[in-house]
């Protein structure tokens, strides 16, 4: 896929496609909650998707913002808001959020990197690493070291889940005309 | 797909193997249930059919033991005061390793033990 070599898009347009892409959060949180969870806690990872399509447009504050807009969005679709539930999901999206935009940063710095790599790579660490923290929270808080025994379906579920939502975020930015406008202001 | 995405589909295959390979080291040589909650952990034998009463922050969940001679004991939650269910929905377990959790009433079911001879390694939803 061509890249912009500049973004086209006013700070205005940039205000308006971050609650546009946390309200799709929000609806494919919806969505997520009609698949039967195999584990507690564990999500599919598909609101996670607008993040992940948003890392080349946007810089760190919108993107921290629309990490923000995503864990409110699911924690009201899931009703667990007031929950420490919700402590799991904040800490899970978060450390998803700082491998991806790092890795991100990193692809950004080293062209030999990003050549070798696609958003497959930042979905499949996105994953990788919200598992890790929600295992290690489980262990930490609330069933000790037998939370280990969750941890292999926790892996292999995340990285079917990491895989599939990198491969959608790639294919969708690769051929969407419509976010290459809305994102880049190109057609 | 690029060289790094493969690279990180690796990452993720080995975790998934790695820890599946350190949860299937056996413990003990019978199969018994381990029943954790805050108030500490509980083991039971196997070999009775019986329900379990396993307190938590939000009131108690049942567990129930059903023992039938010539077939696998089988364990599941009936009944819990959590929100979504999805420890009753898990189903029954009966196989070692295998396991059943209800996060926000901080009850873990769990049957450890040495697999039997001929039983599958590991299990996959």
Same mark, same amino acid.
């Given at each position: 896929m061509?890249?912009?070599t500049e973004?086209?898009?006013t700070s205005t347009?940039h205000?308006?496609? !971050?609650?546009?892409?946390?309200?799709?959060?929000l609806f494919?949180?919806? @969505?997520?909650?009609?698949?039967? &969870?195999?584990?507690?806690f %564990?999500?599919?990872?598909l609101a996670?998707?607008?993040?992940?399509?948003?890392?080349?447009t %946007?810089?760190?504050?919108?993107?921290a913002?629309?990490?923000?807009? &995503?864990?409110?969005?699911?924690a009201?679709?899931?009703?667990?808001?007031?929950?420490? !539930?919700f402590?799991?999901?904040?800490?899970g999206?978060?450390?998803s $959020?700082?491998?991806m935009?790092?890795?991100?940063?990193?692809?950004?710095r $080293?062209p030999? !990197? &990003?050549r070798r790599?696609s958003?497959?790579?930042?979905?499949?660490?996105g994953?990788?690493?919200?598992?890790?923290?929600? @295992?290690?929270?489980? @262990?930490?808080f609330i069933?000790?070291?037998?939370s280990l025994? @969750?941890?292999?379906?926790f892996?292999?579920?995340?990285?079917?889940s990491?895989?599939a939502?990198g491969?959608?975020?790639?294919t %969708?930015t690769?051929?969407?005309?419509w976010?290459? &406008? !809305?994102?880049?202001?190109?057609? | 797909m690029?060289?790094?995405d493969?690279?990180?589909?690796?990452m993720?295959?080995?975790? +998934?193997?790695? +820890?599946a390979?350190?949860?299937a080291s056996?413990?003990s040589?019978?199969?018994r249930?381990? /029943?954790q +909650?805050d108030?500490? /952990?509980w083991v039971?034998?196997?070999?009775?059919?019986?329900?379990?009463?396993?307190?938590?922050?939000?009131?108690? +969940?049942?567990?129930?033991?059903?023992? /039938?001679?010539?077939k696998?004991t089988q364990?599941w939650v #009936?009944? #819990?005061?959590?929100?979504n269910?999805?420890?009753?929905?898990?189903?029954?377990? #009966?196989?070692v390793?295998?396991?059943?959790?209800c996060?926000?009433?901080?009850?873990?079911?769990?049957i #450890?033990?040495?697999?039997?001879?001929?039983?599958l390694?590991?299990?996959?939803?």
């Amino acid at each position: 896929m061509p890249q912009p070599t500049e973004r086209l898009l006013t700070s205005t347009d940039h205000r308006r496609l !971050v609650p546009f892409l946390g309200a799709l959060s929000l609806f494919l949180s919806t @969505i997520e909650y009609l698949f039967p &969870k195999p584990v507690p806690f %564990f999500r599919l990872g598909l609101a996670n998707l607008p993040l992940l399509v948003g890392l080349d447009t %946007f810089n760190f504050r919108e993107l921290a913002l629309l990490l923000a807009l &995503k864990v409110a969005g699911q924690a009201l679709v899931n009703g667990t808001l007031a929950s420490y !539930v919700f402590l799991f999901s904040l800490a899970g999206s978060t450390a998803s $959020f700082l491998v991806m935009v790092g890795l991100h940063r990193l692809m950004r710095r $080293f062209p030999a !990197v &990003k050549r070798r790599s696609s958003l497959v790579s930042l979905g499949l660490a996105g994953a990788l690493a919200s598992n890790t923290v929600q @295992i290690l929270l489980s @262990i930490q808080f609330i069933f000790g070291p037998t939370s280990l025994v @969750i941890a292999p379906l926790f892996y292999g579920l995340g990285t079917g889940s990491g895989l599939a939502v990198g491969l959608l975020a790639q294919t %969708f930015t690769q051929r969407s005309h419509w976010w290459k &406008k !809305v994102a880049y202001g190109t057609n | 797909m690029k060289l790094f995405d493969f690279v990180w589909l690796a990452m993720g295959i080995l975790l +998934t193997s790695v +820890t599946a390979w350190a949860v299937a080291s056996p413990a003990s040589t019978q199969p018994r249930l381990e /029943v954790q +909650t805050d108030a500490g /952990v509980w083991v039971y034998p196997l070999t009775a059919t019986r329900t379990i009463e396993a307190p938590g922050p939000l009131g108690v +969940t049942d567990v129930q033991v059903r023992a /039938v001679t010539g077939k696998p004991t089988q364990v599941w939650v #009936s009944d #819990s005061p959590c929100k979504n269910k999805i420890c009753i929905e898990m189903g029954k377990i #009966s196989r070692v390793g295998q396991w059943v959790a209800c996060l926000p009433n901080h009850v873990f079911v769990r049957i #450890s033990g040495t697999p039997t001879a001929g039983g599958l390694d590991a299990t996959a939803y």
